[in-house]
Structures are given as structure tokens and as C-alpha cells.
């Protein structure tokens, strides 16, 4: 049974920075497309970043490009998220996901296979 472990969230102000993480109890992050999605109260399930198994490739929403960066280190089989710039709108659980479907990266949910527990963000104004 694959795990994924956030860490890093928490509460900042507008303008701060917070760099969550996200560990796997397997080699999955190694081998598989990752990506970081997030969800805020009342709101659906939406895409923030994403990268392909070797690093070369990734991808954002529009509402995080240029604030935020994925990375990944599969010698230690973790991916982060460094966000920069934080906004009250960035206020959510954000969520680690695993896909296992192919390398690429992608934007949609139904291509993660495993997703992590959460952690929550809170950017206050």
C-alpha cells in the first residue's frame, strides 16, 4: 500500500513564502508523475502543479505560475512545492498525488493513482 506524506503547511501572511513536502513510503515518486493539487471550502479539487518522472517537465495553474515551483529529488523520493507570493486565495488542504499511468505530466485527477492525506495552507490578509 503506497503512502504519501504532506508536510509544510501552516499559516502565513499575504506576501510569505511556505515549502511543503511530500514523501513516499515506496519508490513511487521515483517512478511516476507527481503533482500537487488543492481544495478550499466550498470549492472543487483543482490542479496547482505538476511534473514528470524525470524532472524535465512541468506544469501550472494559471492562478500559481510564477509564485509557485515544483520539484522533485528521487534519490530521496520526494516532491515539493515551494510557494512564493502567497494570496488569501491560496487559502486550502493541498494535496500530494502519485500517478502510475506513464511518466508525463498531467493536469487531471483522474491520472493520480495515490493521493496523500493533506495539509492545510491558510494565507491571511
Known amino acids: 500500500q503506497v503512502q504519501l506524506v504532506e508536510s509544510g503547511g501552516g499559516m502565513v501572511q499575504a506576501g510569505g513564502s511556505l515549502r511543503l513536502s511530500c514523501a513516499a513510503s515506496?519508490?513511487?515518486?521515483?517512478?511516476?508523475?507527481m503533482g500537487w493539487f488543492r481544495q478550499a471550502p466550498g470549492k472543487e479539487r483543482e490542479f496547482v502543479a505538476g511534473i514528470n518522472r524525470r524532472g524535465s517537465s512541468t506544469a501550472y495553474a494559471d492562478s500559481v505560475k510564477g509564485r509557485f515551483t515544483i520539484s522533485r529529488d528521487n534519490a530521496k523520493n520526494t516532491v515539493d512545492l515551494q510557494m512564493n507570493s502567497l494570496k488569501p486565495e491560496d487559502t486550502a488542504v493541498y494535496y500530494c498525488a502519485a500517478g502510475l499511468g506513464g511518466g508525463g505530466v498531467s493536469t487531471r485527477d483522474y491520472d493520480y493513482d495515490y493521493w496523500g492525506q493533506g495539509t492545510q495552507v491558510t494565507v491571511s490578509s
Open positions: 515506496e519508490r513511487t515518486i521515483s517512478q511516476n508523475r
